[in-house]
């Protein structure tokens, strides 16, 4: 079965600092790594997904298979950054597991 | 449309109640899940349908029913629920149901249970 673990429930940095929210995983295949995020009162929404290799809103995500790890990092945080952030894996059929999530919040 | 949408946005209901949670998207999307979300807690999810036939079912006390008409329509039917089925109710779908493809979420049905 696949697990996700996002260690940190808070993160509270400042606007223009560095932020890495970090995600770990378990899964005995080849998963597929996402991160989905939640704006105040705004729906789930995904923000990018390994595959894709791509930056989303100046967020970047690397798969390193040898630590299990999907940690997400933006180099400078913004204030409309702030949300709650769920780091999600799928294993071997349609089921999307989520972790905990981390709550950002970007201080002026 | 590429929206999900679910109705109604929150609901009241008596244990003895019985009522419907209903999800409907227009994007031709062939899988469908829903998931329940309690306070501060993610999403677990509860059954995914793959063109319409349920795929997986997490287990889930039979007092939640779930029915999928047709590949635009997704129902939750409710009865005889306890209080700590209180949460949120997450519909979401995705192209194929098959991995790495992204799952678009609802607004969510917040139903409380007294």
């Known amino acids: 079965a696949q697990r996700v673990t996002q260690p940190e429930k808070l993160l509270s940095v400042f606007k223009g600092a560095p932020v890495e929210l970090k995600c770990n995983y378990s899964?005995?295949?080849?998963?597929?790594l996402f991160w989905y995020v939640q704006y105040s009162r705004q729906r789930l929404q995904l923000l990018l997904r390994?595959?894709s290799r791509e930056s989303i809103k100046g967020f970047t995500a690397d798969l390193n298979k040898g630590e299990t790890s999907f940690h997400l990092k933006k180099p400078f945080a913004q204030e409309e950054d702030s949300a709650m952030y769920y780091c999600?894996?799928?294993?071997?059929?349609?089921?999307?597991?989520f972790g905990k999530g981390t709550k950002l919040t970007v201080n002026p | 449309d590429t929206e999900v949408t679910q109705t109604p946005k929150h609901l009241v209901m008596g244990m003895t109640n019985k009522k419907s949670l209903k999800c409907e998207q227009h994007m031709g999307h062939r899988a469908m899940y829903w998931y329940k979300q309690k306070a501060k807690k993610p999403p677990e999810l509860m059954f995914v349908?793959?063109?319409?036939?349920?795929?997986i079912n997490e287990s889930v006390p039979s007092r939640f029913s779930p029915e999928c008409p047709n590949s635009s329509l997704l129902n939750l039917h409710l009865h005889a629920l306890q209080p700590e089925d209180s949460a949120l109710y997450l519909c979401?779908?995705?192209?194929?149901?098959?991995?790495?493809?992204?799952?678009?979420f609802g607004q969510g049905t917040r139903l409380t249970v007294v």
């Open positions: 999600a894996v799928q294993g071997g059929s349609e089921k999307l597991v």
């Open positions: 390994h595959i």
């Open positions: 979401a779908s995705s192209p194929t149901g098959t991995r790495n493809t992204e799952a678009f």
């Open positions: 899964y005995s295949g080849s998963p597929e």
């Open positions: 349908y793959s063109y319409e036939k349920l795929s």
